[in-house]
């Protein structure tokens, strides 16, 4: 069964950290690249970060830098530590293959703002 639960997600202030994990189960996504999606108020879901199988991660310009994405293979979790959070980081943020599957959860919620 596939299955997608983002949590985490919260109101933040701008300068303040989060973590976001990701639970994620099904064979679909096993030994596949894993990425973080989000999407704000107005536009479309967009990739901001991912992680090779092997363990080489990748990030968008507009994270690299604060974002940092892990993953442990072991318990299928994969996680997104967002540092110096910006009100423009507000979204809603999603987990996915990379490539993305057509499977989505139901997102968590990053609100930045003073």
């Known amino acids: 069964q596939v299955q997608l639960v983002e949590s985490g997600g919260a109101l933040v202030q701008p300068g303040e950290s989060l973590r976001l994990s990701c639970a994620y189960s099904?064979?679909?996504?096993?030994?596949?690249?894993m990425g973080w999606y989000r999407q704000s108020p107005g536009n479309w879901r967009q990739l901001i970060a991912w992680?090779?199988?092997?363990?080489?991660?990748h990030y968008g310009d507009s994270v690299k830098g604060r974002f940092t994405v892990s993953r442990d293979s072991a318990t299928n979790t994969m996680y997104l530590q967002m540092d110096s959070l910006r009100p423009e980081d507000t979204a809603v943020y999603y987990c996915?293959?990379?490539?993305?599957?057509?499977?989505w959860g139901q997102g968590t919620r990053v609100t930045v703002s003073s």
């Open positions: 996915n293959s990379y490539p993305q599957s057509p499977f």
């Open positions: 099904g064979s679909i996504f096993r030994g596949n690249d």
């Open positions: 992680m090779r199988f092997r363990g080489s991660t």
